[in-house]
């Protein structure tokens, strides 16, 4: 079965630290990896996204980086975190060849998410 | 650029009542997944729904993939306590250019009081 994972759980870092936050998926090869931000109670914006090894797209301009160094592995990043980086963290997969049908309705997994809190 | 509208943002209701959450958006979605979500941790997908017209039953959830693909609605009947938490409709467009991206609504805030 496919798990997914990301750590740390939560996080406190001061403003103008680096970030560096970790998702890994097993049980599957070759997914699409998606890196989401959730404010409070809210829905979820898509920040970053990989079809594959070394290729990233950014959705959102901002101060965040992502980086995608093996199949199942996808790295969230920052030079200098600002205030308004505060947020919940989501790390999410999907894979067509998973879904098993000829077509695939883009269903996404989410990992537990990571916490972070920039004073 | 899609949208999806989601209401109501927040419903406080009593054990026992029944419920509908709403998904609407001006642009037609190739399929539609709800998400449940607890306080700290990642969503949950529970359904999706791909042909128009479409319903789907999950026990005592109800989901609707409205004729022209563009709304979906959930209804919750004889909420329980164990119902609340946050409530995520994302709408997807298959094929090669969509990259498995996901549109997501606002999320509805339900809190099912005993």
């Known amino acids: 079965s496919q798990t997914i994972h990301q750590w740390p759980a939560t996080l406190v870092q001061p403003v103008g630290s680096p970030l560096s936050l970790e998702c890994t998926v097993e049980?599957?090869?070759?997914?699409?990896l998606y890196w989401y931000r959730q404010a409070a109670g809210r829905g979820l914006q898509l920040l970053f996204y990989?079809?594959?090894?070394?290729?990233i797209s950014s959705e959102v301009p901002q101060n965040l980086s992502a980086s995608r160094p093996q199949d199942r592995q996808f790295i969230l990043s920052s030079k200098k975190l600002l205030l308004s980086d505060s947020g919940f963290y989501l790390c999410?997969?999907?894979?067509?060849?998973?879904?098993?049908?000829?077509?695939?309705?883009?269903?996404?997994?989410f990992g537990p998410g990571t916490r972070l809190t920039v004073l | 650029t899609q949208l999806l509208e989601q209401s109501p943002q927040f419903l406080s209701i009593q054990e026992g009542e029944n419920l509908t959450v709403y998904c609407n958006s001006s642009?037609?979605?190739?399929?539609l997944q709800w998400y449940r979500q607890e306080p700290g941790e990642g969503p949950v997908l529970l359904v999706t729904?791909?042909?128009?017209?479409e319903v789907k039953k999950l026990k005592r959830l109800t989901f609707q993939f409205g004729d022209a693909r563009k709304d979906s609605s959930l209804h919750i009947t004889a909420a329980q306590p164990g119902d609340t938490g946050l409530y995520l409709c994302?709408?997807?467009?298959?094929?090669?250019?969509?990259?498995?991206?996901?549109?997501f609504g606002q999320g509805t805030i339900l809190t099912v009081h005993p």
């Open positions: 999410a997969w999907y894979s067509d060849i998973w879904s098993g049908r000829v077509t695939s309705y883009n269903e996404q997994f």
């Open positions: 049980g599957t090869s070759n997914p699409n």
């Open positions: 990989s079809v594959g090894i070394g290729q």
């Open positions: 642009s037609v979605f190739s399929s």
């Open positions: 729904v791909v042909t128009g017209g």
């Open positions: 994302a709408g997807s467009n298959a094929g090669g250019t969509s990259y498995g991206k996901l549109t």
